[in-house]
Structure formats: structure tokens, C-alpha cells
């Protein structure tokens, strides 16, 4: 099936078990004066093998509610639930096992690597962290170059590159197929394509889809852009300043959108349907 037919199926999740809830959620930064509520009281219920975005512009509040939903940054009030149980975080030891369960790509995929360690290194570590390090040598040769070849990387011509030897784009391929590997829950992509070019950023699109559709993963998309979020999501959720003022499943939210900031962001969106029927998405995945 072509990306964009599958993308456009939005299904309902109301009713599948939750993943990753959120109760009252909220980030303040500062003091008095110079106090920002980053993010505001914000509720929200992922489930199990749901597209869900989040849009909102710059300054919003998406990057600080990612770091908090990975467990990077602690709520300053509010709660956080995994698989319908309040998350517990509280040592390391808690926290390597909740990333077992949620993994993250990020805008720059150059920043999330350690530019000295070669890429089947980086690799590796992926299937050790999973539980892999007695494995033979072969299976886990097999485990990566299956993992690379699901982002369509070659693996043996991989493996003696260092990570700033690759484009952009390979490089955020390499991040999906580290994903592969680790087989989180969740996954959560915050403007995982804003830095790469149209042509990887449809791929890359596809590729958080068979993320989806192959392994179940539950997908949180994180963007500015709400003709690609309603484009790709099964539910999204409409940020501003830090509260979400809108969310609901993706047709209903963007084709009869009710918040005046929703109306907003479409009307910067003139044509949403002609420039999300990506044509030339379809005949990149046809054409493999
Ligand atoms: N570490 C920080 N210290 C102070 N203010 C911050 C910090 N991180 C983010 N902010 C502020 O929080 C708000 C939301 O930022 P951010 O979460 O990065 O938004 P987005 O990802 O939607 O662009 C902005 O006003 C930003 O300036
Ligand atoms: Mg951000």
C-alpha cells in the first residue's frame, strides 16, 4: 500500500488499552517576574499502536512536554501514567527500565550520537541493551543488517563508518533502524523531519508507519505542522501556550476544527488536501 492511502486511514483508539496517560501535567520554569508555565495542566491518553500528534508552533511547549514524557525533565505538578500505572521514575535503576518502554528521535540526529563510535558499535549497543549480549556473532551480524535494511540502509557497506560520515537523512534512517533494534512501546519523534529534505522526509514518514503497522509501537509525533500531522495521525492534539485546546481524532479535529488557534494553523495550510496528497511519496515507495 502506498504511504499516503495508509496514512490517511485515521482509525479510533478510544477504546484500545492505554499506553501513556498524563493527569494535570505541568512544567514551570523560573521564579516571579520571570516565571514561563512552559507547559499547563495538560491531560491526555495515548493508547497501544496509535499515530498520535502533537502541533503546535515554535515556543508552544512540545519540546518540554517530550522531556518530560521520556522522563528527561520532572513535572513541577501533575502525574504521568505507563500502561495505565503511575510512573515511577524515581532511581536509575526505574528509569533504565521505563526507557526500555519509550525511546525517542530528535530534530538534529547528529546531537543523539557519539560522533567517535562507529555505527555498527552504535548498533550493537541497541541489541545489548535488549538483552542481546550473548548472542552469537552471527545473530546479532543478522539482527542489524535486518534492522538496516528496514530503513533501506545497506549494513556492510555501514560498518566501518563513523556517524558524521552519513547524510542527514541516512542518519535519521540510522536512528529508525537503533528503534528497530530496541523495539520500544513508544516511540516518540519530535520534528523528526524538519532538518532533512522532502525526499527523506517522506521515507522517514513511512518508516514511523511500518514502526507502527509491523511492531505496534505506539507513535508520538511532535510537530509545527498540522497538514503533516493530519496527514500521518490516527488523533492529534492542538497546543498553545502550553495547554491543549483541542485534540480529538484527526479528521474530526482538522476538518471541523472548533478552537479559533486550530482554525488558525489551517488557514495557514491553504490547500490541505491537494499538498498532502503527496504524489511523489507514492511513487517512492512503489518504486522499491
Ligand atoms: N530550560 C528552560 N528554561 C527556561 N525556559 C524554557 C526552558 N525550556 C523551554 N523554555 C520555555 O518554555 C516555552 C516552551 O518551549 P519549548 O517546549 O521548547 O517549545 P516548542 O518545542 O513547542 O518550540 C518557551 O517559552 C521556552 O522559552
Ligand atoms: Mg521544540
Request: glycine share 8%; aromatic share 8%.
Amino acid at each position: 500500500m502506498a504511504v499516503s492511502e495508509k496514512a490517511m486511514e485515521h482509525k479510533d483508539f478510544t477504546n484500545k488499552p492505554l499506553c501513556l496517560s498524563g493527569r494535570g501535567v505541568t512544567k514551570v520554569f523560573g521564579m516571579g517576574d520571570k516565571k514561563t508555565v512552559a507547559v499547563d495542566h495538560v491531560d491526555f491518553d495515548f493508547h497501544e499502536g496509535e499515530f498520535v500528534s502533537i502541533v503546535g508552533e515554535s515556543g508552544s511547549g512540545k519540546t518540554t512536554l517530550s522531556k518530560m514524557l521520556l522522563g528527561l525533565s520532572n513535572a513541577t505538578e501533575g502525574e504521568i501514567l505507563f500502561q495505565g500505572k503511575p510512573r515511577d521514575i524515581s532511581n536509575g535503576k526505574k528509569k533504565k527500565e521505563y526507557w526500555k518502554g519509550i525511546q525517542a528521535i530528535f530534530q538534529d540526529p547528529f546531537s543523539s550520537f557519539n560522533t567517535f563510535h562507529k555505527i555498527d558499535s552504535v548498533l550493537l549497543d541497541c541489541i545489548n541493551m535488549r538483552g542481546g549480549k550473548n548472542l552469537s556473532k552471527e545473530e546479532k551480524t543478522a539482527m542489524m543488517t535486518e534492522a538496516c535494511s528496514f530503513v533501506n540502509l545497506k549494513f556492510a557497506e555501514l560498518t566501518n563508518k563513523y556517524p558524521f560520515e552519513l547524510s542527514g537523512g541516512q542518519m535519521q534512517r540510522l536512528m529508525i533502524a537503533r528503534i528497530f533494534l530496541m523495539k520500544p512501546k513508544i516511540l516518540l519523534a519530535d520534528e523528526p523531519t524538519s532538518m532533512v529534505d522532502a525526499c527523506s522526509r517522506a521515507t522517514i514518514l513511512d518508516m514511523l508507519l511500518n514502526l507502527r503497522d509491523e511492531i505496534g509501537m505506539t507513535v508520538i509525533f511532535i510537530t509545527h505542522d498540522i497538514g503533516l500531522a493530519y496527514y500521518i495521525s490516527d488523533t492529534v492534539y492542538i497546543m498553545e501556550h502550553g495547554k491543549f485546546v483541542e485534540y480529538g481524532k484527526a479528521d474530526e479535529v482538522i476538518l471541523e476544527p472548533k478552537a479559533a488557534y486550530t482554525k488558525r494553523l489551517i488557514s495557514d495550510v491553504p490547500k490541505i488536501h491537494e499538498e498532502w496528497d503527496l504524489s511523489t511519496v507514492d511513487l517512492l515507495t512503489e518504486a522499491e
